[in-house]
Nanobody
Framework: QVRLVESGGGLVQAGGSLRLSCAAS??????MGWYRQAPGKQRELVAA???????NYVDSVKGRFTISRDNAKNTVYLQMNSLKPEDTAVYYC??????????WGKGTLVTVSS
């Protein structure tokens, strides 16, 4: 059974930092990433990283967020620096298996106060 467990969300002031973690179990994943959904908005891809370490980011977080993964631990991280109030959202871990099936975590709330 596949499980994705996120941690690291919380309340931070603008300009601060948070590090999200997503520990996966039950499969090996070709791509792991983070999505976010702000109130009243659609879920959007924030960052994703391949098994080989190639990363991509949505333009709004480039230069501020860094995604990384530890394949030995089956864990993906999102280091978020210079946080802005508009980064406030529920952040979801996403993992795509090599057969194309997507799995999701339950989400962790990030709140950035101004």
């Amino acid at each position: 059974q596949v499980r994705l467990v996120e941690s690291g969300g919380g309340l931070v002031q603008a300009g601060g930092s948070l590090r999200l973690s997503c520990a996966a179990s039950g499969s090996i994943f070709s791509i792991m990433g983070w999505y976010r959904q702000a109130p009243g908005k659609q879920r959007e891809l924030v960052a994703a990283i391949t098994y080989g370490g190639i990363a991509n980011y949505v333009d709004s977080v480039k230069g501020r967020f860094t995604i990384s993964r530890d394949n030995a631990k089956n864990t993906v991280y999102l280091q978020m620096n210079s946080l802005k109030p508009e980064d406030t959202a529920v952040y979801y871990c996403n993992a795509q298996r090599f057969n194309g099936i997507d799995d999701w975590g339950k989400g962790t709330l990030v709140t950035v106060s101004s």
